[in-house]
């Protein structure tokens, strides 16, 4: 009986100490989806420091890369290949807007949420495409209203 007690106990500390398991994302980025041509889907995700995202070009001529000026103090970026699936990990806390680098003009964004964080104005108004614009806009309507929280 002391046995499976002790047994019990020391499996109970293990769990509780053992590490939470980063989770990975997919992202596909679409010529045509369900908010109409040129998307990611989604477009709008919030992940836990630590995950991943693997964005996938399910149609040729597709990327993901950082915006400038929309990403978390001191994070570089990244830039991913056309036609090349990229997986990248969110470890820094803040929100990130994602671009699809030939058809940013045509409003191929998103935006991932890492953590707990505040959507900033500097976040609201970095300047983009004028056909981005409206995409994001969408998204912060959605966030303001807390959905995907």
């Known amino acids: 009986m002391k046995t499976r007690f002790l047994l019990a106990a020391a499996i109970a500390v293990l769990l509780h100490a053992a590490p939470v398991a980063a989770e990975t994302f997919r ?12 998307v990611f ?5 919030a ?3 630590g995950d ?5 070009a ?3 001529s597709h990327n993901a890369a950082s915006i400038d000026g929309m990403v978390p103090q001191g994070y570089a970026g ?3 290949k056309i036609n090349a699936e990229i997986e990248v990990t969110f470890d820094a806390p803040g929100f990130s807007g994602i671009k699809c680098s030939p058809h940013f003009g ?10 707990e964080a505040e959507l900033t104005e500097a976040i609201r108004t970095v300047e983009v495409p004028a056909r981005a614009r409206p995409r994001f806009d969408d998204i912060f309507a959605r966030i ?4 995907g929280q």
């Not at 889907?41 to 995700?45: G, I, M, S, W």
């Not at 303001?144 to 959905?147: N, Q, R, V, W, Y």
Request: hydrophobic fraction near 40%.
């Open 27 to 38: 992202v596909e980025m679409r010529n045509r989806g369900e908010k109409g041509s040129m």
């Open 41 to 45: 889907e989604p477009d709008f995700l």
């Open 47 to 49: 992940i836990k420091p």
């Open 52 to 56: 991943s995202v693997k964005f996938i």
């Open 58 to 60: 399910t149609h040729k």
């Open 78 to 80: 990244f830039k991913g």
């Open 106 to 115: 045509m409003g191929m964004v998103m935006l991932v949420k890492v953590g």
């Open 144 to 147: 303001d209203a807390g959905e």
